[in-house]
Nanobody, 121 residues
Framework: VQLVEYGGGLVQAGGSLRLSCAAS????????MGWYRQAPEKQRELVGS?????????NYADSVKGRFTISRDNYKNTLYLQMNSLKPEDTAVYYC??????????????WGQGTQVTVSS
């Protein structure tokens, strides 16, 4: 599975950005997709995730609930992160990831290259 992210950039506080993550390869084996972010000198943290099977349930970090929305276009094999009401503390490199089934009760994580999001105050 290969993941390529698009859509990062510079935005003022209160603004919006949408990140995209295009998946290719054995996408039918993807169980979960989501986004992490890493700010300078901080650990990588989960932003949110979406289960690709069933009802497509989502979960979000408390810090982004109500502001960020994850969605997926199954036809395009693309995951989106809509970010509204952005804050300077949202500044980070955002990484798309996919949890891929590789066997019975066995998964591997795949990562995109990351895209920079900078929110100015």
């Amino acid at each position: 599975v290969q993941l390529v992210e698009y859509g990062g950039g510079l935005v003022q506080a209160g603004g919006s950005l949408r990140l995209s993550c295009a998946a290719s390869g054995r996408t039918f084996r993807i169980d979960t997709m989501g986004w992490y972010r890493q700010a300078p000198e901080k650990q990588r943290e989960l932003v949110g995730s979406l289960v690709t099977s069933g009802g497509g349930s989502t979960n979000y970090a408390d810090s982004v609930k109500g502001r960020f929305t994850i969605s997926r276009d199954n036809y395009k094999n693309t995951l989106y992160l809509q970010m509204n009401s952005l804050k300077p503390e949202d500044t980070a490199v955002y990484y798309c990831y996919a949890k891929v089934s590789v066997g019975v009760l066995s998964w591997s994580d795949y990562w995109g290259q990351g895209t920079q999001v900078t929110v100015s105050s």
